[in-house]
């Protein structure tokens, strides 16, 4: 866990202020949701603002960039928005449109701006989705109560060979009758002992095997119905496009590094994508600009070969859009842009 910028605790939030991990302490000390420090700075601002404005002539305030603070003047002008020219192209958050976007998310890899990504570097999508252990971990229980059942058994297991006889070998006939009868005794409580050890652990054992089949049989068939369920949902096919849209825009940028050229078509893209053994790629259905064909990727150039554009219908034939609700697409820029 990150620590507090200002002191060595662990930090529980992002100050909105200075946009850094800070710790209960600070923010308890803090006002208006912002750190102690934020909060003595605003403090000190206000009184120095105040004995200002009562020796000095009032003037107008000009506005401010959002981002760089730049003042508008003759040279910087700000959009609607209040971003100045240079920030105005700077890529906006997935979540927030009018909030530049300051990194990239470190399980999906989408731009967010500073709130979404918080201290982590993770948004809040990802860090919704269910934890889910490996398959090799989930057996590990199974195999050491497995293990512990043989223990048992080999403890519980029938007595094996008999004990060495301690007469001698013979002594005469008159001799040779007792130790038969002796002998025959003995081996008659052995077996016994043997047939009633075998009855005890017959039903433990089959009961242990079906308990165990029960078990792994609805293990199989939970997984089976969550991956059917998984593989039928929109949401898991929005994200199975997503993952091929950056399949393709990756593969466009591979080809353009080693030949300095951009696929023209469709059909180029899928050849690129052919000849460098990409996983999977004879499933991904690449169509041009003017195609309307559902669950496909979608890859437009410009004549000159300069600038390309991957984008991907869903299964109505509609863009795909971002959870900004604006096409999701890719460019040779790796900036999403609006429809």
């Known amino acids: 866990m990150a620590s507090c910028i200002y002191d060595d605790s662990p930090a529980v939030s992002v100050c909105s202020g200075c946009d850094f991990g800070v710790c209960q302490a600070c923010l308890d000390q803090g006002e208006d949701g912002v750190c102690r420090t934020c909060s003595e700075e605003r403090a000190h601002r206000r009184t120095s603002s105040a004995v200002q404005r009562e020796y000095e002539a009032p003037t107008a305030s000009s506005r401010r960039c959002n981002y760089c603070r730049a003042a508008e003047d003759e ?26 976007a300051v990194g990239h ?56 060979g008999a004990p060495a006889a301690k007469g001698g070998a013979g002594k005469g006939a008159k001799g040779a009758a007792p130790a038969n009868a002796a002998s025959d005794k003995r081996n008659r409580g052995r077996n016994a ?22 078990v792994v049989a609805g293990f199989l068939l939970l997984l089976a119905s969550g991956t059917y369920m998984h593989a039928m949902s929109p949401e898991a096919q929005e994200d199975k496009l997503r993952e091929q849209v950056q399949t393709v825009h990756r593969a466009v940028f591979e080809h353009y590094s080693e030949s300095r050229q951009l696929p023209r078509t469709a059909d180029e893209v899928t050849r690129v994508l052919l000849a460098r053994n990409v996983k999977n790629a004879r499933r991904i259905r690449i169509a041009g600009e003017e195609a309307r064909i559902p669950n496909a990727v979608v890859y437009e150039c410009n004549p000159a070969g300069t600038h390309f554009l991957v984008q991907a219908r869903d299964r109505d034939g509609r863009w795909l859009l971002s959870p900004g609700e604006v096409p999701y697409a890719l460019t040779d820029r790796e900036n999403p842009i609006p429809e």
Do not use: W
């Not at 009855?199 to 095997?209: G, H, L």
């Open 75 to 100: 040279q910087t002008h700000l959009d609607d928005e209040g971003y100045c020219d240079a920030c105005r192209a700077l890529p906006r958050c997935i979540s927030h449109a009018d909030l530049v």
């Open 105 to 160: 998310c470190k399980s999906c890899r989408r731009e967010f701006c500073r709130k979404c990504l918080g201290f982590t570097d993770v948004c809040q999508s990802c860090q919704a989705k269910p934890k889910t252990r490996p398959l090799n971990e989930r057996s590990a229980p199974d195999a050491a109560r497995s293990g512990k059942s043989n223990k048992k058994a080999k403890k519980t297991s029938p007595i094996d």
């Open 193 to 214: 002992i043997q047939e009633r050890l075998k009855t005890q652990n017959a039903p433990q054992s089959r009961a242990r095997m079906v308990t165990l089949a029960v």
